[in-house]
Structure formats: structure tokens, C-alpha cells
């Protein structure tokens, strides 16, 4: 799978990412803020517009 990964990467002319020995906390921080603005925002208010989501998206993302 992952050289699979890498073949299509290369094939639009990019370089595969390194991955860096003891260094995974990167994907888990990602997987943090993902879950912090799932639980602080979106499973805990319904928006009727994509516009209200996006002002709710932007007040989030400054505080």
C-alpha cells in the first residue's frame, strides 16, 4: 500500500514525504485538532448555511 502511495506521488512529480524515526507525534497532533474542533464545535451546534459554518470555522480557528 505504501509503495503504491509513493508510485502516484512520484507519478504527478512530487517527492514521497520522509518519515522521520521517533518523530510520529506530527500525524497525532493533526488527529488532536481534528477531534478538539469536532468536539467544541461541529457535534455540538447545527448550522443551516454553509456560510454560518464557515463564520463559525473562522471565529474557531482565532481563538
Do not use: Y
Not at 31 to 48: D, G, M, N, P, Y
Amino acid at each position: 500500500m505504501s509503495e503504491d502511495f509513493h508510485d502516484d506521488v512520484r507519478c504527478f512529480g512530487m517527492m514521497p514525504p520522509p518519515a522521520f524515526v521517533r518523530q510520529p507525534e506530527a500525524n497525532g497532533v493533526a488527529e488532536r485538532a481534528i477531534r478538539t474542533l469536532k468536539e467544541q464545535l461541529l457535534w455540538v451546534h447545527h448550522f443551516k448555511t454553509v456560510e454560518e459554518l464557515r463564520a463559525a470555522l473562522a471565529a474557531f480557528a482565532a481563538e
